[in-house]
Nanobody, 126 residues
């Protein structure tokens, strides 16, 4: 079965950086677009970034543009999220998701995604 396993979260001071990873198994990775979402306590899950199956196309939420970068290594079945200039409002559980599509249009709604990881906590605090 499809498994998505996130790692790389932690406690970081404002202005700091982290690199989140999501290792995928049980699927043909190049058949899937990949996305990152996050959910803070008491809030709905929100879109962060997504990348097409080839890595050629990406899309970001306005709140993270210029600070976060999504990338993927198809040889390693892994998608990454480099998060820089972190703010307290970035505190959330970050989820990796997979959407079976070879479209160049990447989705920003959770309902479009077929598989989800268990999440990794990112806490931004001094």
């Amino acid at each position: 079965q499809v498994q998505l396993v996130e790692s790389g979260g932690g406690l970081v001071q404002p202005g700091g950086s982290l690199r989140l990873s999501c290792a995928a198994s049980g699927l043909t990775f190049t058949f899937y677009a990949m996305g990152w979402f996050r959910q803070a306590p008491g809030k709905e899950r929100e879109f962060v970034a997504a990348i097409s199956w080839s890595g050629a196309y990406s899309h970001y939420a306005d709140s993270v543009k210029g600070r976060f970068t999504i990338s993927r290594d198809n040889a390693k079945n892994t998608v990454y999220l480099q998060v820089n200039s972190l703010k307290p409002e970035d505190t959330a559980v970050y989820y990796c998701a997979a959407q079976r599509t070879r479209s160049t249009v990447v989705a920003d709604t959770p309902g479009k995604y077929d598989n989800w990881g268990q999440g990794t906590q990112v806490t931004v605090s001094s």
